[in-house]
């Protein structure tokens, strides 16, 4: 059975603390003080919207409150990378207290926008953040004006599932943008994990969103099944592999739970709502209080939960047994 990992705010408590061992203490928060978050994510989408109503929650639980002490800014990059250096220095120049960017090319732009200034970069919504070049160590404090949280998909635990639904399946199919080092890393390891299985691994590249139509359809008719990655762009079209997949009545999985409510047969994925809790209570809280970014070891996503659609996988011939049905943290029955 799968289940979330939930951590008891004691729990984050201690967790800070052991963190914070032999760095400044953070303070309270200064009367009269309006702080200011950038908040930038790639797209809008709902599985990121849902980080951010965690984070925004997060801060609310440790009393910074819209309206009351917080000013929110939200810029999203509307699927484009290129805007994304943009939109950090805009912040940046804005004099916000805290970046708070959400994947990995917003957590590049705002690297290098806050570069050489006392703006902290508190990141989320990030997978691999090693082969991304965003940290050089998992386990130690960036010693800069940088911290925060990551995911590593569950890849193993994924293919499992996928084979257990599928075993007869012989090629399975994504599709990605190369221009997202965290796609990227995911199609590797995907990939890998395949071919260790006895699979055929395809793929298609895309770089915009409106390539996803054409992209899916044209996997879709080589493939026995799809399974889509933690990608921005893709998910921003995410209905066009949807329709593909029920057109061929190709079985369809995803990393993304958001994926599921929207026509993909499980997902294997974050909790994303819980890894923005994590992300405000364990970085972003502590350093708006005035603990140095640098000092705070980054901390793992704990939160990976399966997801469920009974009528998508009874349109391509799935079945769900009782047991997996019973152990999954919500069942869409359309």
């Known amino acids: 059975m799968i289940r979330r990992t939930r951590l008891a705010p004691l729990a984050f408590a201690i967790v800070i603390a052991i963190a914070g061992l032999g760095a400044p203490a953070a303070r309270a928060q200064v009367p009269g003080r309006t702080y200011h978050v950038g908040f930038s994510q790639l797209v809008d989408h709902p599985a990121l919207n849902a980080t951010r109503q965690g984070f925004l929650d997060g801060l609310k639980e440790a009393g910074f ?60 919504c990030v997978n691999n953040p090693l082969e991304s070049g965003i940290l050089a160590s998992l386990d130690k404090p960036t010693g800069r004006n940088l911290s925060g949280v990551y995911g590593v ?61 054409p992209a899916a359809r044209a996997l879709a008719e080589r493939v026995d099944g799809l399974l889509m990655l933690q990608d921005a762009t893709v998910a921003a079209a995410f209905d066009a592999v949807v329709l593909a997949a029920r057109d061929l009545r190709r079985p369809l999985f995803s990393y993304d739970p958001s994926a599921v409510e929207r026509g993909a047969i499980a997902a294997l994925a974050l909790d994303q709502h819980q890894a923005g809790l994590d992300w405000a209570r364990l970085i972003a809280v502590p350093v708006l209080l005035g603990k140095p970014a640098g000092t705070i070891v980054p901390v793992a996503y704990q939160a990976y939960a399966l997801v469920l659609n009974k009528t998508a996988a009874q349109s391509a011939g799935i079945v769900l047994a009782p047991d997996l049905l019973k152990g999954a943290l919500k069942v869409w029955d359309e």
């Not at 409150?65 to 999203?76: A, H, P, Q, S, W």
């Not at 917003?106 to 690297?111: L, P």
């Not at 190369?178 to 796609?183: F, K, L, R, V």
Request: contains cysteine.
């Open 65 to 124: 409150v819209e309206g009351r002490n917080l000013k929110f800014t939200i810029v999203d990059a509307q699927g484009d990378a290129a805007k994304t250096r943009g939109i950090s220095e805009k912040l940046v120049a804005d004099k916000v207290d805290l970046l708070a960017p959400c994947t990995t090319p917003n957590v590049q732009a705002a690297i290098a926008a806050a570069r050489g200034t006392a703006v902290p970069v508190v990141f989320g």
């Open 153 to 213: 998909a569950p890849v193993e635990r994924m293919w499992d599932l996928l084979v257990q639904l599928h075993p007869r399946a012989k090629v399975i199919g994504t599709i990605y943008n190369p221009a997202d080092s965290n796609a990227l890393a995911s199609n590797e390891a995907n990939k890998a994990a395949a071919v260790k299985r006895g699979f055929t691994w395809a793929e298609v590249q895309v770089t915009s969103p409106i390539e996803v139509m």
